[in-house]
């Protein structure tokens, strides 16, 4: 590979002084054009590549967007990952990637590693033992250090940011309404998140339809958990003791369970049991029934995250002036729910 010229080197060659070599490469009307157009092709001679970090130092940008995702096996980040990388890529911005693996710890290791200068500012969605731990001052504290933060998906009221969330709590009224019409009149809820905000909006929601229909609650019916292994636990005892007829699914792993649990106690999926997730990777397509799925649209999550953060590094937005947005959800219907 052929050797990179430095400024220092170009100046000695040609005898003059480092800052006229870095006026003309930038060029300046300050040098002459002979002078400059000298140094310019000596420059160009001898392979001279600017040092972009040492220029987004001194410019206090990088072009860079840090993003920090809770866990890289759900397929729902990694859809909202192409949202950011596509409007990234369109606005000249390039991406950092972390994972935090929904620890606490490493959140916090990882914010502070990246805004030491490497990065302008963080698009993230907050880890699970942050949720469960009720810390939050460390996405403060990088706020309050001048690094704006875009959080989507998992937020808090308790952090001034910008926002990006899908409709949580009325997708879920919708959902779990979609049952009620179906004729269902016994319908479990599944979650193994309800520690993480969504989960307990989602919750919220299935609740609440049943008291928008003046349905009394079952809580036989009920499991919320934030441990795989008492979910499951919880699972086999419910289908020992009951019947049901409908399952509003509120995460992956729940879903998944409500259709194999389902099959594996006799019931016909959809003639005597209906199933609806909150959840929409490929696997819900493959599944056998395909698996009805609220629909997340990463993606577009990912787009407006990435649209919000670039306006604020980019002045188009206020310094003080925070927006939330809210993508809509949509109700995909396959073969774990009857038609209507």
Not at 122 to 151: A, R, W
Not at 316 to 322: A, I, R
Request: hydrophobic residues 40%.
């Amino acid at each position: 590979m052929k050797e990179k010229a430095t400024l220092k080197q170009i100046a000695k060659a040609l005898n003059v002084s480092v800052s006229t070599v870095s006026k003309a490469l930038n060029d300046s009307p300050e040098i002459s054009e002979p002078t400059k157009i000298k140094i310019q092709e000596f420059a160009k001679l001898k392979n001279y590549k600017p040092n972009i970090t040492a220029l987004n130092l001194k410019n206090r940008k990088t072009k860079t967007i840090g993003v920090i995702i809770p866990n890289i096996l759900n397929s729902f980040f990694a859809k909202v990952f192409t949202g950011i990388e596509k409007v990234a890529d369109e606005k000249g911005y390039h991406v950092i990637t972390c994972i935090s693996n929904e620890s606490l710890e490493k959140e916090i290791h990882t914010l502070h590693m990246l805004s030491n200068g490497t990065i302008d500012g963080f698009i993230l969605s907050i880890s699970e033992e942050s949720q469960k731990e009720n810390q939050f001052q460390h996405f403060i504290e990088i706020i309050n250090d001048g690094t704006p933060i875009v959080m989507f998906d998992r937020v808090t009221d308790e952090v001034t940011c910008d926002k990006v969330i899908v409709d949580d709590f009325d997708s879920s009224i919708d959902a779990t309404q979609h049952l009620i019409n179906l004729g269902c009149k016994k319908i479990a809820l599944f979650s193994s998140i309800d520690n993480l905000s969504v989960g307990k909006l989602r919750a919220k929601g299935f609740l609440k339809a049943f008291e928008n229909n003046n349905i009394k609650i079952d809580p036989n019916l009920i499991i919320l958990t934030d441990e795989a292994d008492d979910f499951d636990n919880k699972v086999t005892k419910l289908f020992a003791e009951n019947k049901i007829d409908g399952i509003f699914a509120l995460d992956e792993h729940a879903s998944v369970s409500a259709i194999k649990m389902g099959l594996k106690n006799g019931y016909k999926i959809p003639q005597n049991l209906s199933i609806i997730g909150f959840a929409d990777g490929v696997w819900s397509r493959r599944l056998t029934p395909s698996l009805s799925t609220v629909s997340q649209h990463g993606p577009e999550i990912g787009e407006a995250a990435a649209r919000l953060l670039i306006a604020k590094l980019e002045n188009k937005e206020d310094e003080y002036f925070y927006k939330t947005t809210v993508i809509k959800t949509e109700l995909r219907q396959r073969e774990s729910t009857r038609k209507l």
